[in-house]
């Protein structure tokens, strides 16, 4: 379901080096002592090696039985891994129309800031980072490498202005495409407003199978509620269709309030059928506490 864009000028964008040196000084540097053991759980299970079988205990993860092994033994097995020293990690990245919702930050802002700050800390621990970019299809990867250049890099191709796809988004379509791209075990960032077409929650329930997936919603709190600005011009994100709307109308705001919790509700029940925990990070979140916030809850949910 498309979402209204009020109609705003944009500001020039920074430079990739500038995106990075203001998260290296307001993000980065906040964050570096804060997460101590939380940054292993962040960023745990990208690379993993096969090493052993042994019996299945409850509290194992079901995605590691050997189906064969089992049917072969008539009692279940799981295969043991550990982790490479190098992390192999993919960021997702909806380009979407909707992504542009917002002010200072919009949505699309926030998402470079996010993947740009994760970006830079897996590379400084010599991980390797890779992208796909995607707007209703693939419109540039990124393959993955480690260093600051390739931070540079993911950062000046988020920078670019996506090439408008004139259609609703589908979601199940990125799913698709990284199912495709990424051989190779990851850590893969799944990193969306989630505003989509149904249907996208089994594309990321198999991506899950086979990678460590971490998904992140970007939100705006105006998709929400919205405030009483008076009598402006919308646009919507994905037709262009432009109408007036008095925001001061309380009905008004209650319709688009009751559409939000709609919203809200599919997204959720797409993401249990999914088996995927979604992490929402808004516009007007700190994004240190944010990071934190999730490297938190990735820690509980594996004890």
């Known amino acids: ?22 998260l290296d000084f307001t993000v980065l ?16 299970g990208g690379g993993l090696d096969f090493t052993d079988l042994r019996d299945y205990q409850p509290q194992d993860d079901v995605r590691h039985i050997d189906w064969n092994v089992t049917a072969r033994m008539n009692s279940p097995f799981v295969r043991q891994y550990v982790e490479d020293r190098d992390i192999t990690a993919w960021f997702l990245l909806d ?7 917002g ?3 919009s949505k699309a802002q926030m998402l470079t800031d996010t993947v740009v700050a994760l970006a830079r800390l897996l590379t400084v621990g010599g991980n390797r980072v890779g992208a796909l970019l995607w707007n209703n299809k693939v419109q540039s990867v990124i393959e993955p490498r480690a260093g600051r250049d390739q931070v540079l890099l993911l950062a000046k191709a988020m920078l670019t202005q996506p090439v408008a796809a ?14 495709a791209s990424i051989r190779r075990r990851s850590l893969v960032f799944v990193v969306s407003d989630f505003v989509s077409e149904p249907g996208w929650e089994r594309p990321l329930a198999l991506l899950a199978q086979r990678h460590e ?8 709190p105006a998709e929400v509620e919205l405030p009483n600005a008076g009598v402006m011009v919308m646009e919507d ?15 008004f705001r209650q319709r688009f309030a009751e559409a939000a919790e709609r919203r809200e509700e599919t997204v959720q029940a797409c993401a249990r059928r999914a088996q995927l925990d979604l992490h929402s990070i808004s516009t007007d979140d700190d994004l240190v506490r944010s990071i934190i916030q999730v490297a938190q809850a990735r820690k509980q949910r594996r004890r």
């Open 103 to 105: 002010g200072d930050p």
């Open 29 to 44: 540097r906040r964050l570096d002592g804060q997460l101590q053991g939380d940054y292993r759980s962040l960023i745990r």
């Open 237 to 251: 994100s994905e037709t262009g269709e432009q109408l007036y709307v008095d925001t001061s109308d309380p009905a």
């Open 166 to 179: 004139k259609a609703p988004t589908d979601l199940a379509e990125l799913g698709r495409a990284a199912l």
């Open 213 to 220: 997936v971490v998904a992140l919603r970007i939100v705006d």
């Open 1 to 22: 379901m498309a979402e209204p864009v009020p109609i705003a000028e944009r500001s020039q964008a920074p430079t990739p080096e500038q995106v990075l040196d203001r």
């Open 95 to 101: 380009r979407s129309a909707s992504m542009a919702f």
